[in-house]
């Protein structure tokens, strides 16, 4: 079964520490990765995704295929980045750009708290 | 606000009845899709439509659950005589698969709250 890990529950940090929410993922064909972002009292929305090598809001992931890893990072934590966030997979190994479907695998999610 | 909308946000009922949920997508989305979050998880798969086709359904959704695109736009989902078990929050998102951007971002609505008693 596809599976995601977010071995963190919660994290907390201060403002202007740097932070890693750690994701490993279940080795299946070549899936896309994804962080999903949950504000207090908003709707789930994507944060950032690793086929775009984008940096968003501060926030990079790298994926490293030989750990099975795409943890998220950024350099010096705001208050407003205080957030639940979520990892996930595509389910199937097709990606959603090439035909495939955005099924997704979720982890159980990490809250963030920066403190001031 | 044209993202993605559901109806009723909180639904509280008593274990046997059946509630439905509505959900309506971002317009141009033809895909369309519904999880449901218990807490202290993710949100996991339940089905998802590409217009009105309904293309893959999970083993979580039990014979109780079915799930209706009618006309390719907005979508139900109905629970027949509800279990405690059934409590969660109930997501529906939408993408626009096939058609450009498709980034395979998923689009969230705010969720249906259930809550058997």
Redesign the interface.
């Known amino acids: 079964a596809q599976r ?1 890990t977010q071995p963190e ?1 919660l994290l907390s940090v201060f403002k202007g520490a740097p932070v890693e929410l750690k994701c490993n993922y279940s080795y299946s064909g070549s899936p ?1 990765l ?1 962080w999903y972002v949950q504000y207090s009292r908003q ?4 944060l950032l ?1 690793h ?2 090598r984008e940096s968003i809001k501060g926030f990079t992931a790298d994926l490293n295929k030989g750990e099975t890893s795409f943890h998220l990072k950024k350099p010096f934590a705001q208050e407003e980045d205080s957030a639940m966030y ?1 990892c ?1 997979r ?2 199937a190994s097709k ?3 090439q035909g495939g ?9 990490t809250k963030l708290t920066v403190n001031p | 606000d044209t993202g993605v909308s559901q109806d009723p946000r909180h639904k509280i009922t008593k274990r046997g009845q059946n509630v439905t949920f509505r959900c309506d997508p971002i317009s141009e989305h033809n895909r369309l899709y519904w999880y449901r979050q218990t807490l202290g998880q993710g949100p996991e798969f339940l089905t998802y439509f590409q217009n009105e086709a309904q293309l893959e359904k999970s083993r979580l959704l039990s014979d109780r659950f079915s799930a209706e695109r009618p006309k390719g736009s907005f979508s139900t989902l109905e629970i027949q005589r509800t279990e405690q078990g059934d409590s969660a929050m109930y997501l529906c998102a939408s993408s626009p698969h096939g058609s450009k951007p498709n980034t395979g971002e998923l689009f969230f609505g705010e969720g249906s709250r259930l809550t058997v008693l």
């Open positions: 995601v529950k896309e994804f709707r789930l929305q994507l995704r086929i775009s979520y996930a595509t389910h990606s959603p750009t479907s955005e099924k997704l695998v979720f982890g159980k999610g």
